[in-house]
């Protein structure tokens, strides 16, 4: 009876001309697509630092107060206005689906509430969103989903707070499902990867767009002032030295990526939860995800390949375009929206309370 809710997502069939990931992942870079006009209500969460993230609910036709919400929160370097965010909000909540996006602390909107950078292992900063997405709404299931470095926030999260090493106050078991697309979940690795000299146009587009921000910030707040000016940077683990770790609390970049890096955590993960990478994927390279790290009976690895770093410009079944990874991100969760109402008809319940051994 699984079936009869279930829909079917065509698999990842690249555009013939773009057979190749780095062509995949400059592209993301190049070409925007369209922003789809949206209204949102602004939500700031406390942490407990005294700073606030500012989180954003797509507004729409009005819903109930059991109606699914996803979290969708962005990779480095962007905010809630990223482009894949925007339509996928908009897909979504014109699905039905309550829609929260997040600005990372310090990005976008939050900019001006907090004056610490968002960093790959802050875990906790995502708990304090799901917690208050709890709070708000008790009776709605809760999905997540985090894009490349975002990705490895909501793993860290979830493996930490299934073993019960932090986010106490997390109510866990209220996350129906996760996402992560393209995680770097082995920050060291990463790094590594990204020093190499085929990587340098990538280093350079990130460094451009970091350093673009810390500009802002030195405007914005006097603790980015205080930081002495150094020789240009060349890699994203001179950035992390400089800035990332010293103002996130780390003691240097290896301490950083070891503290960070959600790999350790995979085993422990105990929510549905479904891992989209490429084998092509210029940025977080496949080598990075060893099943033996990962828990079969929570974790689903999808592979994909010619997709690049969160490219995924492909063809649809009849051949048109499409951006094939916002394709799945939406099918992923209009699935879990069906399966929802379809657990919730009267006819499901009947069945369900007469035979509770049935596989529904």
């Given at each position: 009876m699984v079936g009869c809710f279930r829909m079917q997502i065509h698999p990842y069939r690249?555009?013939?001309?773009?057979?190749?990931?780095?062509?995949?992942?400059?592209?993301?870079g190049v070409v925007y697509g369209e922003r789809p006009s949206h209204y949102a209500e602004q939500i700031h969460i406390p942490?407990?630092?005294?700073?606030?993230?500012?989180?954003?609910?797509?507004?729409?036709?009005?819903?109930?107060?059991?109606?699914?919400?996803?979290?969708?929160?962005?990779?480095?370097?962007g905010d809630h206005t990223s482009p894949y965010m925007q339509r996928i909000a908009h897909q979504l909540r014109q699905s039905g689906m309550r829609v929260w996006r997040v600005d990372l602390r310090g990005s976008g909107l939050g900019m001006k509430l907090a004056w610490r950078p968002a960093h790959a292992g802050a875990s906790d900063d995502l708990a304090a969103v799901v917690?208050?997405?709890?709070?708000?709404?008790?009776?709605a299931p809760i999905h997540v989903?985090?894009?490349?470095?975002?990705?490895?926030?909501?793993?860290k999260m979830l493996g930490e707070a299934a073993s019960g090493e932090?986010?106490?106050?997390?109510?866990?078991?209220?996350?129906s499902s996760a996402l992560a697309i393209a995680p770097p979940v082995d920050l060291h690795h990463c790094a590594n990867n990204m020093e190499r000299r085929s990587r340098r146009i990538y280093t350079r587009y990130y460094l451009k767009m970091l350093c673009a921000q810390i500009e802002q910030?030195?405007?914005?707040?006097?603790?980015?002032?205080?930081?002495?000016?150094?020789?240009?940077?060349?890699?994203?683990?001179q950035f992390d030295a400089r800035y990332t770790a010293?103002?996130?609390?780390f003691a240097d970049t290896d301490d950083y990526y070891t503290r960070a890096s959600a790999k350790e955590w995979l085993r422990a993960i105990r929510t549905p939860t479904t891992l989209l990478v490429d084998r092509h994927d210029p940025i977080v390279t496949v080598s990075s995800f060893d099943p033996a790290h990962i828990n079969a009976e929570s974790t689903e690895l999808i592979l994909t390949s010619h997709g690049g770093h969160m490219g995924y410009f492909g063809l649809d079944a009849q051949g048109k375009?499409?951006?094939?990874?916002?394709?799945?991100?939406?099918?992923?969760?209009?699935?879990?929206?069906?399966?929802?109402?379809?657990l919730g008809s009267p006819l499901v319940r009947q069945v369900q309370h007469t035979t509770p051994e049935s596989n529904l």
């Open positions: 690249p555009h013939p001309l773009l057979r190749s990931g780095h062509l995949q992942t400059l592209l993301v942490l407990d630092d005294g700073e606030a993230l500012a989180v954003h609910e797509e507004l729409g036709e009005p819903l109930s107060d059991t109606t699914p919400l996803t979290i969708l929160i962005h990779g480095l370097g917690q208050t997405a709890c709070e708000r709404y008790p009776h989903v985090g894009f490349s470095l975002s990705g490895n926030i909501v793993l932090a986010h106490e106050r997390l109510d866990w078991e209220r996350i910030r030195k405007a914005q707040w006097p603790q980015w002032q205080q930081i002495p000016n150094g020789p240009p940077l060349r890699s994203i683990r010293p103002m996130c609390g375009s499409i951006r094939w990874m916002e394709y799945f991100v939406v099918e992923q969760l209009r699935a879990k929206l069906a399966e929802g109402l379809y």
